[in-house]
């Protein structure tokens, strides 16, 4: 706690103490009346000393809780404030949700974005998107720092997403745009479940690329590849597109996903410095809190200093002198 103005405390308790002093130096002068003569027998008097007695407490009384409210007075002008600094972090950091929403990984996609919805209330100043896919890919939600639009997105692919594992049919507006959401345009031709596509695609959605910030792709598939004629980008050179963006992926693949699929899984997300985590060995909550705590970039803001006003006190206190004098001065004057 602190004053803003203390010249005014330097200036104003000097020169109250001057006018006080030049006030009580002053000798109490008949303006009116007549005196008294030969009133000691009075001033004997039991009920006269009681009365004088209770006159010098109130009257000192008032004088001290005038000093009071003076003081207070001069420290609400000088202005009381605490000083409190604070240091912005904010996390250097872009990630992307890209989910494989064919059926077979439709119940892993539901636990990946239920768990995910907690890491983005926890984010700040990180940009968040998600991107899913099947024969095509969709751009869900666009890098952005509007996590209230984030969560209530995931929060309707996740109704989606539920209603595609219950096959419940009255949520299917839910299924159409926010699960499959166009992600089977062309699928007559070319099949479906493309995943060199959906990992490409995603990777091309990063904006800015070539600024410092820590990017991941947090990639759910089982690595099923059903395409008719083969995908445009292959799973390997997806991987190597991601390195050479600096882009590291990290994948999770559900319990059915084949040997040979979870191979070619893993050697493309370590080529790009990733990791490949499988639903059968650890639980999704894990995986998303291991990749949560190991791609954390920190960005320090400056530190910024702030001045809070803190009247409250004292002007508390000097509501209640000036209440008290009132009810005094009343009492004196009975």
């Not at 004997?44 to 407490?57: A, R, S, T, V």
């Not at 024969?135 to 997105?153: C, G, K, M, R």
């Not at 190597?240 to 893993?266: R, S």
Request: hydrophobic share 35%.
């Amino acid at each position: 706690m602190g004053l803003k103005y203390q010249f005014v405390i330097y200036i104003g308790i000097p020169l109250s103490l001057i006018l006080l002093l030049i006030r009580f130096k002053q000798k109490s002068k008949y303006k009116s009346g007549k005196k008294i003569a030969n009133t000691k027998y009075t001033q004997n008097l039991p009920y006269y000393k009681k009365i004088m007695k209770k006159y010098k407490f109130l009257a000192t009384s008032i004088k001290m809780f005038c000093i009071i409210s003076i003081i207070l007075s001069l420290i609400l002008i000088a202005r009381p404030v605490k000083v409190e600094s604070s240091e912005n972090i904010q996390y250097n950091r872009d990630i992307f949700l890209c989910l494989d929403v064919s059926g077979s990984v439709a119940e892993l996609d539901a636990d990946i974005v239920n768990e995910l919805k907690e890491t983005v209330k926890q984010l700040k100043g990180e940009r968040f998107g998600v991107s899913i896919f099947n024969t095509s890919s969709n751009l869900l939600i666009p890098l952005t720092e509007d996590y209230e639009y984030v969560l209530e997105t995931l929060d309707k692919l996740k109704q989606s997403l539920d209603a595609y594992n219950d096959i419940n049919m009255e949520n299917s507006n839910y299924l159409q745009k926010y699960s499959e959401a166009g992600t089977l345009v062309g699928n007559e031709s070319r099949g479906s479940s493309i995943i060199g596509d959906g990992l490409a695609s995603c990777i091309y959605s990063f904006p800015d690329t070539e600024k410092n910030r820590t990017r991941i792709i947090l990639f759910a598939t089982d690595n099923d590849d059903a395409s008719t004629n083969g995908p445009i980008v292959t799973l390997e050179e997806a991987g190597k597109i991601a390195k050479e963006k600096n882009i590291k992926v990290y994948g999770i693949c559900p319990k059915i996903t084949q040997p040979e699929d979870k191979q070619e899984l893993e050697s493309a997300v370590n080529i790009s410095g990733g990791k490949l985590y499988k639903e059968d060995e650890e639980p999704v909550s894990q995986v998303v809190k291991e990749i949560q705590e190991t791609t954390k970039s920190e960005l320090k803001g400056t530190k910024e200093t702030r001045l809070i006003d803190k009247p409250a006190i004292p002007f508390v206190i000097l509501i209640t002198s000036i209440g008290v004098i009132f009810l005094l001065n009343k009492k004196l004057k009975i």
